[in-house]
């Protein structure tokens, strides 16, 4: 019996990156409940007319989904590594997501932050890493 082939870079790269995207936005998610006062506060003295607690239950809801997309980014890397095919799609689907919900956040905001350029280059590179052919060569071919 042969050993498995060892991961190629572009899978390494996947991983890593995904990995790195999974941990900064549970971290985010994180910190920002943490602060969740702080954070409804300052929305609040922007746009004084809205009700606090419609603030407040937009705010959980985001962070929620911020939270499944995080846990979902640092798990695919694990089942990548195992082979899994389907692996490789989640990572791709959440990257993509991510990267596209953090440009539009930039759009809307006016600006950006050194954490949203940070995300939006590692959903970049995983997109680009998990799409690449090596990537796809090294993960088994579907059962017929």
């Not at 995300?119 to 995983?126: P, S, T």
């Amino acid at each position: 019996m042969t050993a498995p082939a060892p991961a190629p870079p572009s899978v390494r790269v996947a991983a890593g990156t995904l990995l790195a995207t999974g941990v900064l936005l549970t971290a985010s998610t994180v910190l920002t409940l943490v602060g969740q006062d702080t954070v409804v506060d300052q929305y609040l003295a922007a746009q004084p007319d809205l009700d606090r607690a419609a603030v407040t239950r937009s705010l959980v809801l985001g962070q929620v989904l911020y939270l499944v997309l995080g846990l979902l980014a640092a798990v695919a890397p694990v089942f990548l590594l195992r082979r899994r095919p389907w692996a490789r799609w989640t990572g791709v689907a959440v990257a993509l997501f991510v990267g596209l919900r953090t440009v539009l956040s930039s759009l809307t905001a006016g600006g950006t932050t050194i954490s949203s350029l940070l995300v939006l280059v590692l959903c970049v590179a995983a997109v680009a890493s998990l799409l690449a052919r090596s990537t796809r060569e090294w993960l088994p071919a579907r059962a017929a």
